[in-house]
């Protein structure tokens, strides 16, 4: 690789190139641009704007530009340069998760996340030019509602098993040596792999630190050489009909055509998984059976029809208004309940503000949950979030003070001088066609 002082875009969009033209290309000569300041400013700029909290030393970014900049890139990068440079423990915090339990989230301080941007801006470009066509998560140009919509397309063509995974722990499993092995498949940069081992042990011996800039990227590459590959090269080849894999991180659900296929590959994951510290989490995998004749099979077998749980939203076998079958979506219940929650923890800070600030923060919570959950046929979903996010909002008024209730007459008053956002759908039916194809 060339070491002449070159934009950061132009620098990715050469190693991209480079990348693609040679799919066994390994790359050598990274870590001199990892230390460059256009880089690293680069990667403090985008750390800023998707903001966080400290990390273990505390330090702010406020307090960081109240000193200057260019003090903790120059020291980054003379640490980087004589190597020097040793990443600080990462802090760790707990937020909720569904079924009442905790997930953990390891933060690295902030002159950490910048070397991670850093690295994340040379490493992405070689392997988004091998990621596999079915993964989606936190890729460029890519989003969650693109993998939706390719299950709901997939369904409605024919495929009808459907194998609904879930790993267990994850983040937690992944095992070091075995990524950096995947990894110097394409880099032979041994400087530049063994800053990548530094970062990786800041956050524990085994695992992934969920929560820095770089996760995203490693675990992309891991189930890549885990799933995605041998998919695509061992699995496909061998089924009778059409198969495919939808991935968004460790979130993934595999569509086939014949109920053969599917029970074939669900019997040997277990198998591939296990090869590299993953496992399958028993009481969330299951096969489901989608499709025209699903509702009537599982008549016959005096079963249940199954649904299908990915990226927050429950997906079904239902009718259309031509009485063909189609697949319907809505939001998930533990979605949906924890976004409620979310609503209660912010009436409960807000409580006492004016009005405005009311509204505003509530509307906050519309807009984001609309601009995610806003897709077609989930339209009476997000009118019944609507309503119940106003009923809340009245009650919590009413228990303000002793004055009395706030009758509806006199919160409708409210709501039109301070309104809540009403639902709409971000992503409509028209626009979904274009989202997915297989």
């Given at each position: 690789m060339t070491t002449t002082s070159i934009g950061v875009q132009e620098l990715g969009k050469r190693i991209g190139e480079k990348a693609k033209a040679d799919p066994r290309h390994r790359?050598?000569?990274?870590?001199?641009?990892?230390?460059?300041?256009?880089?690293?400013?680069?990667?403090?700029?985008?750390?800023?704007?998707?903001?966080?909290?400290?990390?273990?030393?505390?330090?702010?970014?406020?307090?960081?530009?109240?000193?200057?900049?260019?003090?903790?890139?120059d020291a980054l990068s003379r640490e980087l340069r004589e190597k020097t440079y040793r990443p600080l423990p990462c802090r760790q915090v707990t937020i909720p998760k569904d079924g009442g339990k905790g997930r953990g989230l390891k933060i690295p301080a902030i002159r950490d996340r910048v070397v991670e941007g850093a690295v994340r801006l040379i490493l992405e470009p070689i392997f988004e030019a091998d990621f596999q066509e079915g993964s989606y998560g936190y890729r460029p140009n890519r989003s969650a509602h693109q993998a939706l919509e390719r299950v709901r397309v997939g369904l409605i063509k024919g495929l009808r098993k459907v194998i609904d995974l879930d790993l267990r722990s994850y983040f937690d499993s992944v095992r070091h040596d075995l990524l950096l092995s995947k990894m110097a498949k394409r880099i032979r940069d041994k400087d530049l792999l063994w800053l990548c081992k530094g970062i990786l042990k800041s956050g524990g011996k085994r695992g992934l630190p969920q929560g820095s800039v770089i996760s995203v990227l490693l675990s992309n590459i891991y189930l890549h050489y885990v799933l995605d590959?041998?998919?695509?090269?061992?699995?496909?080849?061998?089924?009778?009909?059409?198969?495919?894999?939808?991935?968004?991180?460790?979130?993934?659900?595999?569509?086939?055509?014949?109920r053969s296929d599917a029970e074939s590959v669900h019997r040997g994951l277990g198998n591939r998984l296990e090869k590299f510290g993953l496992q399958l989490e028993p009481s969330k995998t299951k096969m489901v059976e989608f499709g025209r004749f699903a509702a009537r099979d599982s008549k016959r077998h005096g079963g249940k029809l199954k649904t299908v749980t990915f990226l927050g939203f429950t997906h079904f076998c239902t009718?259309?208004?031509?009485?063909n079958f189609t697949v319907g979506r809505k939001t998930d219940k533990a979605r949906y309940a924890r976004c409620l929650a979310k609503v209660a923890r912010v009436m409960a800070i807000v409580r006492h503000r004016r009005l405005?600030?009311?509204?505003?923060?509530?509307?906050?919570?519309?807009?984001?949950?609309?601009?995610?959950?806003?897709?077609?046929?989930?339209?009476?979903?997000?009118?019944?979030f609507h309503r119940t996010c106003e009923r809340w909002w009245r009650r919590m008024l009413s228990s303000r003070s002793q004055r009395g209730t706030v009758t509806w007459e006199k919160f409708w008053k409210i709501k039109q001088t301070f309104p809540l956002r009403r639902p709409r759908l971000y992503v409509p039916y028209s626009r979904m066609k274009s989202l997915a194809v297989l």
């Open positions: 790359f050598w000569g990274l870590y001199t641009h990892v230390w460059k300041l256009d880089v690293l400013g680069e990667a403090y700029r985008l750390a800023k704007k998707n903001n966080g909290a400290p990390g273990v030393d505390g330090q702010t970014f406020s307090q960081i530009e109240a000193e200057g900049v260019e003090v903790l890139l590959l041998w998919f695509s090269k061992v699995v496909q080849p061998r089924m009778r009909g059409e198969a495919y894999l939808i991935r968004y991180l460790d979130d993934f659900v595999m569509c086939f055509q014949y009718r259309n208004r031509a009485e405005a600030e009311q509204a505003m923060e509530i509307n906050q919570i519309l807009q984001g949950h609309y601009a995610y959950f806003g897709m077609g046929g989930n339209l009476r979903t997000l009118h019944r």
